[in-house]
Nanobody, 115 residues
């Protein structure tokens, strides 16, 4: 069982920045995408940003121009740089690594943006 290791969440004031990271040590299955999602309690996860192994990137409209996703292919690590944060960015953020036949999720890291 692959365990994703997330870090970087916390409390930040509006306009501030946080950087999330997610590693997948020991992953041996091939995958084609890494990404970040966020979810309010009782709701479906909302896609924030994804990056494929080919380098194709997708951002949710709500974070375009403020968030940047990147990956270190050698370390199987994905990052999310969050700038100019807004109170509505407050949520639990989940890392996801997925591909054909695989779908791994992290346990989540809390991000809180104070107004």
């Amino acid at each position: 069982q692959v365990q994703l290791v997330e870090s970087g969440g916390g409390l930040v004031e509006a306009g501030g920045s946080l950087r999330l990271s997610c590693g997948a040590p020991g992953i041996t299955s091939s995958f084609n995408s890494m990404g970040w999602y966020r979810r309010d309690p009782g709701k479906r996860p909302e896609l924030v940003a994804t990056v494929t192994t080919a380098g194709k990137i997708y951002y949710a409209d709500s974070v375009k121009g403020r968030f940047t996703i990147s990956r270190d292919s050698d370390e199987n690590t994905v990052y999310l740089q969050m700038n100019d944060q807004k109170p509505e960015d407050s949520d639990v953020y989940y890392c996801r690594i997925f591909g054909t036949g695989i779908d791994y999720w992290g346990e989540g890291t809390q991000v809180t943006v104070s107004s």
